[in-house]
T-cell receptor, first 113, second 107 residues
């Protein structure tokens, strides 16, 4: 059955390194969301795209984070340079109007040492 | 002040009980979502509401736009309903999230 996939599932890296997280939305979905979840802040929306164009990325620290959709089957979230406070689980979700139900990927658990 | 407030924060129920989780919000919204996060971390979207009521199996979600309030009800609760339930509202291109209600259903 169709599902959102995310890679890697786990990532441990050192402070200052670049991190790239990938998401493959469900085929046919034209809306992609990136979320971050921490114990302290809960779920936060970082950015979202419709038809590959960014609709909102106001939740994303612009100086170090970037989100792109090189094509309809791939969304990427990059952090450069990474910092310990970026340690979190990053979820990708996809959906399609008008129903707009979001289907979540399994998440990438990032630890920055 | 949080745009979305959920209550209760934690809830323990006996199997078979009727459960209600509440969500209040302070912004004008275009839609409200109820999410379920399993103990393993996976997130499932349960409902998206903009008015009225929706039902799926033992789950019922209602929303009162005038009162800026939504409720998620679980009838005949079961241990597999144990999860964190998160309310999220959409206003324009912004999403705001509640801190979640942790539900434990005891057999």
């Amino acid at each position: 059955d169709a599902r959102v996939t995310q890679t890697p599932r786990h990532k441990v890296t050192e402070m200052g390194q670049e991190v790239t997280m990938r998401c493959q939305p469900i085929l046919g979905h034209n809306t992609v969301f990136w979320y971050r979840q921490t114990m302290m802040q809960g779920l936060e929306l970082l950015a979202y795209f419709r038809n590959r164009a960014p609709l909102d990325d106001s939740g994303m620290p612009k100086d170090r984070f970037s989100a792109e959709m090189p094509d309809a089957t791939l969304a990427t979230l990059k952090i450069q340079p990474s910092e310990p406070r970026d340690s979190a689980v990053y979820f990708c979700a996809s959906g399609s109007p008008p129903v707009d139900t979001q289907y979540f990927g399994p998440g990438t658990r990032l630890t920055v040492l | 002040k949080n745009e979305v407030e959920q209550s209760p924060q934690n809830l323990t129920a006996q199997e078979g009980e009727f459960i209600t989780i509440n969500c209040s919000y302070s912004v004008g919204i275009s839609a409200l979502h109820w999410l379920q996060q399993h103990p393993g971390g996976g997130i499932v979207s349960l409902f998206m509401l903009s008015s009225g009521k929706k039902k799926h199996g033992r789950l019922i979600a209602t929303i009162n736009i005038q009162e800026k309030h939504s409720s998620l009800h679980i009838t005949a609760s079961h241990p597999r309903d144990s999860a964190v339930y998160i309310c999220a509202v959409r206003t324009g291109n912004q999403f705001y999230f509640g801190t979640g209600t942790s539900l434990t259903v005891i057999p």
